[in-house]
């Protein structure tokens, strides 16, 4: 072969091995961008922890409702659908809810009353859209301090409206998707919990109910039920069902126990909500005993072990239960294993 053959073939060679390079490098970067792509984080709902695949809890704020709990008001519309309830004692040692709507929607909620004071400590650091039906002076000066739209019956329009067929004063209900159209910020709002992830338990005790000796027709017992992976409500005995006919059953519950300043079960009494406390946190079918901290209104509490590790949440919908310290909050012990044969 002649000189000039053997250069013909060299340079057929290297170029051959640089278009292949070029190749490899091209395939290696479509890779890495399809990688990328796969790799894209879901975005989550800050309210439950759960993936939010639409976006729809990124795009609008909190819409807290204060709905009634007497007898005569249940049962209640739309409360199933709430990433977050709040359970307050208020005059005459009864209870009431305070619902907290992000990720998901619902027709109808209610039926809508009145604030109380312990209304603007809970949702100080989520702010959002603050729906309810009057109150006393001391409770609406509280309210309008916080950093929520305030929405009641008439400023709503149409977004709140009276079912005739129930008696008044228990018959105000709202539109949330109308309400959510009056606006208000922080557009998402912050976490009030953290979440473990997916599949990961909790590393808790575990317990088949816990009871909460609010008074009378308003005592609470949670009984967990694995299929579901959920705590069945029940109170007065009676299982704690929806108007749809759903029955509640949160993925989490919190027990905070509180002081009501001004005295328990007294017209305008408060719960302190700033400071610490005891707390007992149901998840994933465990108790855990801990302490609540939360150092101004301003931030979420936190949840924290005897050791001062953080409580992380199953992700999904939470009660949030808030008995005076003189309530008792009885554990159940877990079902003592079967002997071996």
Request: with cysteine.
């Amino acid at each position: 072969m002649t000189r000039a053959a053997v250069a013909a073939a060299l340079c057929v060679a290297i170029l051959a091995a640089a278009c292949g390079g070029g190749s490899d490098k091209s395939a290696k970067k479509s890779a890495a961008t399809t990688s990328t792509t796969k790799a894209a984080k879901v975005p989550v709902a800050p309210l439950t922890g759960l993936p939010d695949p639409t976006g729809v809890a990124q795009t609008r704020p909190v819409l807290s409702v204060k709905v009634e709990n007497t007898p005569q008001a249940r049962p209640q519309s739309g409360i199933e659908d709430a990433d977050i309830v709040w359970d307050e004692v208020v005059e005459g040692q009864i209870t009431r809810l305070l619902a907290m709507f992000q990720s998901k929607s619902t027709d109808v909620v209610g039926p809508i009353r009145s604030v109380r004071l312990t209304d603007p400590l809970i949702v100080w650091p989520v702010g959002g859209i603050f729906a309810f039906s009057g109150g006393a002076k001391y409770a609406l000066d509280a309210i309008e301090d916080a950093p929520v739209t305030l929405v009641d019956e008439n400023k709503a329009g149409t977004a709140m409206f009276r079912d005739r067929t129930r008696a008044a004063p228990h018959n105000l209900f709202g539109k949330p998707d109308a309400l959510w159209a009056i606006g208000g910020t922080p557009v998402p709002p912050p976490p009030l919990f953290q979440y473990l992830r997916a599949g990961r338990q909790p590393p808790g005790t575990p317990t088949p109910s816990v009871s909460i000796g609010f008074l009378g027709a308003y005592a609470v017992t949670y009984t967990w039920d694995a299929p579901s992976g959920t705590w069945l409500r029940s109170t007065a005995g009676q299982p704690f069902v929806a108007r749809s006919g759903a029955r509640i059953a949160p993925k989490n519950v919190v027990v905070l126990s509180v002081t009501y300043q001004g005295g328990l079960g007294q017209i305008g009494a408060e719960a302190q909500l700033i400071g610490q406390g005891h707390a007992v946190v149901l998840s994933g079918g465990t108790a855990t005993q801990a302490t609540w901290v939360r150092p101004d209104k301003t931030r979420p509490m936190e949840l924290r072990t005897s050791t001062d590790a953080p409580i992380k949440l199953v992700p999904g919908n939470t009660w949030v239960e808030l008995p005076d310290v003189s309530y008792p909050v009885t554990v159940a012990p877990a079902p003592a294993a079967a002997a071996s044969p």
